[in-house]
């Protein structure tokens, strides 16, 4: 979970607050909509009022309940896509309701956090196409029950500035790092960086690419964390069915080339969380064919910083046509849950241990 070490400049002077009927009040049980092998549950059931959804994001609050968000509409890249929401825990949520939209189009790839005062962040792309992409924030200061006019996080700039799927991470210095990419001819990754809370962004340059270890067009989508004070990195989606790495030594000031992993990537997202112990657990789908299948969704544990991956049991397993994917992942104390996607349909949640993990894990390797 993003921790806010300082506290937060005010970034809007005068905000337009709105009151999201139905999240946090409206529950409705979505129980019977278990899996009982994996655990999982639906945060929303058979009744939506849009067609698809894909791209969840969650955020844990202070009372143990979560906020989850996603963009839902008729398809992707559809003008009637929005960013919606829902409040609660497993099994028992708050109705979806639409949190942004900013105008008849299209929306996209949802990012929440949470600063150390409750103040809950939400992150969101619109436009059409990923060249016009412009990212957007809303705020929140009770737990998502009303939010802020939305506002520009860099006002006038295309092709999607700050996180572009994944939660950011501040360092041990205070930094904010907003992994990032672009998608317009070659696949870039780069960081967006602050260093004043958030009221300004620094880009990086676009990162390097072992490109005899990596085909394609390139990589996209990173996940980070912070190993030790000073020492960053990142796992990536590449088109070169692996999942790719950087490492960085200076607070994320540079990086060396994105290089390749043991572990397959079928060119779709994935996420990670550190756990309060240093482990990392990672979802990601186990396909080592560019744009191949989005199933099985796996989650596994790493205790060495990311070089091997040891405990790891199926969250979906699924089938031919099944899609579980774009998860996220968050985590505090020993504790992580995930959403994604099921089948575009719904946005499917788990919650649990590192000892339920290496349980299942254990039970699946049998």
């Keep these: ?9 005010s970034i809007l002077v005068l905000t337009t607050v709105f009151y999201l009927t139905g999240c946090g009040t409206d529950k409705k049980d979505t129980s019977q909509s278990a899996d009982q092998s994996s655990g999982r549950t639906f945060v929303f059931g058979d009744e939506r009022p849009f067609a698809q959804c894909h791209a969840s994001t969650l955020v844990r609050l202070d009372n143990g309940q979560f906020l989850v968000a996603w963009f839902g509409g008729t398809e992707e890249k559809n003008p009637d896509v929005g960013i919606w929401l829902s409040k609660g825990n497993e099994g028992h949520w708050s109705a979806p309701v639409e949190v942004a939209k900013i105008r008849e189009d299209a929306h996209w790839n949802p990012v929440l956090q949470k600063g150390p005062d409750g103040t809950i962040y939400l992150y ?25 006019e939305a506002y520009e996080l860099m006002k006038g700039d295309k092709g999607g500035r700050g996180p572009v799927k994944n939660k950011l991470i501040e360092l041990a ?35 390097k690419v072992d490109t005899m270890q990596i ?20 796992l990536v ?4 069915g692996v999942i790719g790495r950087s490492d960085s030594e200076d607070n994320g000031k540079t990086w060396s080339p994105i290089y390749a992993t043991a572990l397959p990537n079928p060119n779709s997202g994935i996420d990670l969380a550190k756990l309060e112990d240093g482990t990392l657990a990672l979802a990601y789908n186990p396909d080592g064919r560019n744009w191949g299948s989005r199933y099985p969704l796996m989650l596994a544990l790493s205790y060495d910083d ?20 774009y998860p996220a992942v968050i985590s505090w104390g ?17 919650k ?5 993990i290496v349980r299942k894990a254990s039970e699946e390797a049998k």
């Design 334 to 350: 020993d504790s992580v849950a995930v959403t994604y996607t099921w089948n575009r349909q719904k946005v499917a949640f788990w």
């Design 306 to 325: 990311g070089k091997n991956w040891n405990d790891k049991f199926k969250l979906e397993a699924g089938d031919k046509d099944d899609e579980f994917s």
């Design 173 to 207: 210095d205070g930094t904010w790092l907003a992994g990032s990419s672009n998608e317009v001819g070659r696949w870039e990754i780069f960081v967006d960086r602050s260093e004043d809370s958030g009221k300004t962004w620094k880009a990086s340059q676009f990162f």
């Design 215 to 234: 085909k394609g067009k390139g990589a996209i989508q990173p996940t980070l964390w912070e190993s030790e004070p000073g020492k960053i990195h990142m």
């Design 352 to 356: 649990g241990s590192k000892a339920d």
């Design 1 to 9: 979970m993003f921790q806010f070490k300082k506290s937060i400049a």
């Design 124 to 148: 969101f792309k619109v436009g059409k196409e990923i060249a016009q992409w412009e990212t957007w924030v809303k705020t929140s200061k009770d737990g998502g029950n009303t939010w802020s």
């Design 237 to 240: 989606r590449t088109t070169g």
